[in-house]
């Protein structure tokens, strides 16, 4: 890892009809480091969580960016809307789900700038960023999806957390303060450097407050629907120190057998992490099993004669969609 990144700043208008046309988004890119795109590589787009901008992928010694960039892996991270220069969304009814409606068509489009040469895109988010994938996955978009990853995303969260939340000014956008917002971003201090939380800091944001209200209210009632709707295969990762999810071994399976017509599920603990697992000590190994896990997911043709097989050493089923979640 490099001390400095080399992201691309980008602003994108959306032109074409549907949900999103004439919007901004705007994030940060890395194209591969070698030129052509190899064959059966995937064009990554990443999603941030709530109150974090695209930074979130791209802060020295733990950018997702440089690492897949360092694979040949072309990688685009956005800033969802109403994050830095990207067009807000409603948030009545579900702002999560809105969010999904006019990313599907965002993405449409960076897939046609960007992914040429590529197997298709493969979808990353964290937190509330995992519960947008997740929905974007579950609408089964025109574009070539070839799976997603999710991490800081589960099933059910601690009352006490949805009590605080639901009890925040009724104002469009919240501000958490830094110390609130550390102590449940990450971890027992043995499992982060120094450098953290402070290297962290670039990354932060406001939040609008119907994202708070959404994601421990009204997801909550609908994760197991919109989760059977994915059809490609998931990989789920959960911080062992995760704050804001009722977190636990039971929990991680669970949450992986939702994905019920998935072909594969990968759902696993990471030990020694909170909820950012991206700014911990397993960043390395967490971020590098993210990026395995797209390229394998590139690998989908096969002889018509060649079945499919049950793994027996990777954790995950193949064509079961159910999910074994060891700790990792």
Known sequence: MTAAT???EFTHVVEKPGAAHGMSISGKRRPAEEAPVAQDVPLIIAVHGGTYTSDYFDIPGYSLLDRAAALGIPIVAIDRPGYRSSSPVDGSDSIIMNNADVLEHVIAELWEAWGQGTSGVFLIGHSIGGAV???IAAKHPSWPLLGI???GCLLEV??????????LPDILMIDLP???KDSVMFGPEWTYDKSMPAASYPSNSQIPRAELIDINNGWIDRVRSVAAQVTVPVQSRQGE?????ITDAQQVSDFGGAFSSAPRVDARLVAGAGHCIDFHRAAAGFQLGQLGFALECCIQERPSRMPRRQSRTSGYSTGSGRANCPPS
């Open 241 to 245: 120190f995760d704050a804001l999810w």
């Open 149 to 151: 990853a999710v991490s």
């Open 133 to 135: 994938v997740t929905a």
């Open 158 to 167: 601690p009352a006490q957390a949805r009590d605080g939340f639901n009890a």
């Open 178 to 180: 830094t110390p609130m």
């Open 6 to 8: 080399k992201a691309l």
